[in-house]
Each structure stands twice: as C-alpha cells, then as structure tokens.
C-alpha cells in the first residue's frame, strides 16, 4: 500500500520573497501532520519566511515496525525504548536498515526533483527532518541522488546510521570521496535537547564527529544542544532554526 501523499503548507506570501521549499520528514510513529505541521505552523502563524513553501511527505505505516516508519529502527544505547528481554545486546548491536533507508532516500529524491520541475531554484531547496526523518536526512545528504540539488539540511533530534557505511554506499554510486570536492557544499543544522531521553546527546556528539569526515563542520555546520528540551522543540530551536533559514534562503 502506497503512503499517503505529502501535506503541502502552501506559502503565505510568495510575493515578499524568492519562492523556497521545505521539505520536512516526521519521526517514528509520527506523521506530517504531527511535529513537522506544528513547526510550519509555528513559522506561519508568527508571519515568518511567509514565501517559504513547506513539503512534508508521509512515510506511511511500516509493515515490520507496525508503526508509521522511513524504515525498521534498531535499538538505541541508553535510549528509553522497550526492548526484547535476553537480547538488547543482539538489538543494539544489529545492523542499521541500510535498504529502508536508501529507500527512504530515494523518496527525498523523487521530491526533490518535482519541486526542481516546478521551477523552484536548487538554491532554495533546504531538506531535513525529526528523529528517525534527521537520520534519514543525514544519510541523503551524503548520498541521495539530487543531494546536490539542496542548499542546506536541517537534522533535529536524531542520530546518524549507516555513518560507517557512507563511503561504500558512495563508491557504489559512482560519487567522489569528498563532498567539498564535487560541488557538494551546502549549510548542515543540527539540533538535539540535553533531556532526550529516546536519542541520547552522546549520539549527537558522535552525529557531529562522523559528519565531520565529510563536510567543514566550522565553516558549513551550525550545531546547538539546548538545554532542558526533551525529544521535542523548543522556543531557542525555533529562534535559531528561523535565525539560520533566514540566511540559507532568504527574500
């Protein structure tokens, strides 16, 4: 069964700025219409970046996971999440959905190229996504097949799988080692809370680490952990996510 199709948060004013889109993915066990609409709704409602469109797909429910899911999760360390009694190990230590997620991936792609079709300028293209939605976001940033048609990415609240993959799953596709070398460089915003208790912060700093094998974090990356925010987002998110968005498309 196919997913349903992407809420679509049409700008508000397109005549006060360069048309720009969003594309925005849910976490697990979420939907478009879930954190993603009430950060567009956030934006909205306070009159802010009104020329920006936001595309927020649906993953759909997962067959495995009995969940709405981009692809099967795995256990995470520390994280408060239930486990099969006599074998976290075996969980925490399995393998991420490599083939869930490049699937996912390609879903990025397929959306990335009909904004390019609706005339929407690569430069004004930002990706990202929530929890499971930042994972997948991280990894076609690095290898989705229209990666080079977005200027920034934003990942909130989520962890980076396959990170020790990346460079066969590049290799496979023909791309180059190194980003910056092929015309790759776009702006990376990464945010966590201090109090997530479903993605640990260790796995932000680790995020971090292993994006920084493939991207200028000091000149490209804007990171912020913010205190007392949960696995969720806060007023201080929204200021510098709007803070950041200004710059990577602005009017």
């Not at 596709?173 to 980003?179: D, F, I, V």
């Not at 696995?231 to 498309?249: E, I, M």
Request: charged share 30%; with cysteine; net charge negative.
């Amino acid at each position: 069964m196919s997913p349903p199709e992407p809420y679509i948060s049409e700008a508000e004013d397109q005549s006060t700025g360069r048309p720009a889109t969003f594309i925005f993915l849910h976490g697990y066990g979420d939907d478009a219409e879930g954190i993603p609409l009430g950060l567009a709704q956030q934006f909205q409602f306070n009159h802010k970046l009104p020329y920006l469109r936001w595309l927020l797909p649906n993953a759909g429910r997962h067959r495995e996971a009995m969940e709405n899911a981009w692809y099967m999760p795995k256990a995470l360390p520390n994280a408060l999440k239930p486990r099969v009694p006599g074998h976290e190990q075996d969980e925490a230590s399995a393998p991420d959905d490599e083939e869930g997620i490049l699937a996912a991936c390609d879903r990025i792609d397929e959306l990335v190229r009909k904004e390019l079709e609706r005339g929407i300028e690569k430069e004004r293209i930002v990706v990202g996504g929530f929890s499971q939605g930042c994972a997948v976001s991280l990894v076609w940033g690095l290898v989705g097949k229209e990666r080079q048609n977005a200027v920034g990415l934003v990942t909130v609240c989520g962890y980076f799988p396959l990170a020790d993959r990346i460079a066969t799953i590049r290799k496979d596709r023909g791309y180059t080692e190194e980003p910056d070398k092929n015309g790759e460089t776009k702006k990376w915003f990464l945010g966590h809370g201090d109090r997530d208790a479903l993605v640990p912060k260790s796995l932000f700093t680790r995020q971090k680490e292993d994006l920084g094998k493939w991207v200028d974090v000091e000149r490209d990356v804007e990171a912020h952990l913010y205190e007392r925010m949960g696995h969720s987002t806060s007023p201080a998110l929204l200021r510098d996510l709007l803070g950041w968005l200004s710059r990577v498309v602005p009017p």
